[in-house]
């Protein structure tokens, strides 16, 4: 089977499994791709046999490793044990990554979102949407904000997956919004050193829908983590990850990084 046949067939199980078998497959190959994320998105969190997931898992390992992974063994730290890198941290070779989840902690039903939850649990597989499910089965509520959980990653090229919800922002960030911001990292990093990660790479926490400020968010971020490493000798690798131009400007700024 190639990509386009496990493609396919991912589609078909898919569409059969939510009772649209007739439904019509697109011919080109970018339609095939936001019709299997948009059926992965929306697919409740459930078991799937030993078939689809062998043919799964082979495609999205394949479809990452053709976009590139970056490892950490190959980015040079900005100062001490941080580092600053640009990039889709669903391609990031590292311990742990951060997603930046909501209360639910499913993921993203929303077809082809582009928030990183939805990113996160498109490329680990049908297997974290499940595990997530399982962590939150005693939590009527949902996750508190400022807290975080950690999971298997799957087919991604890290070893896990940190979730943590952050603060939504209304009207004017307040004190207890910091303190929950900086809870969600003091959280992570927790989780990272209990299970040896090695390596962590936290994506900008609450800032887009949520609504924190970026700036304020990243210095939240970078003086969180080190106060954390200065209080437990942890020696956790950090790696801020970024996407937009403007958060790479300002972590470097904080950080003391060149261009």
């Not at 400022?146 to 896990?160: D, H, M, W």
């Not at 994506?203 to 209080?231: L, M």
């Amino acid at each position: 089977m190639d990509q386009a046949q496990r493609r396919t067939y991912l589609i078909k199980r898919l569409l059969a499994e939510a009772g649209e078998s007739a439904a019509v497959i697109p011919e080109g190959e970018d339609g095939q791709k936001r019709l299997l994320r948009s059926l992965m998105n929306i697919r409740p969190p459930g078991a799937a046999d030993g078939d689809f997931l062998e043919v799964q898992d082979v495609y999205l390992r394949n479809e990452i490793e053709e976009a590139g992974i970056t490892d950490i063994a190959d980015l040079r730290p900005v100062c001490g044990d941080l580092y600053l890198w640009q990039g889709d941290i669903t391609r990031l070779r590292c311990g742990a990554i951060v997603n930046a989840a909501n209360s639910g902690m499913t993921g993203c039903y929303v077809p082809c979102h582009a928030c990183i939850d939805n990113c996160i649990h498109t490329y680990a597989g049908v297997q974290l949407r499940l595990e997530c499910a399982r962590l939150m089965s005693g939590k009527p509520a949902g996750e508190p904000v400022g807290q975080a959980e950690i999971t298997r990653a799957y087919n991604l090229p890290c070893r896990y997956v940190i979730h943590t919800v952050g603060p939504m922002i209304r009207g004017s960030v307040s004190p207890e919004d910091e303190h929950l911001l900086a809870s969600c990292y003091r959280s992570c990093l927790e989780l990272a050193d209990a299970h040896s990660a090695g390596s962590i790479a936290f994506c900008c926490i609450s800032t887009g829908v949520f609504r924190f400020p970026n700036r304020r968010a990243a210095e939240i971020a970078v003086d969180t983590v080190r106060a954390y490493k200065e209080e437990t000798g942890s020696g956790t690798k950090v790696i801020f990850c970024v996407f937009k131009d403007t958060d790479l400007e300002i972590y470097r700024s904080l950080l003391g990084a060149g261009q």
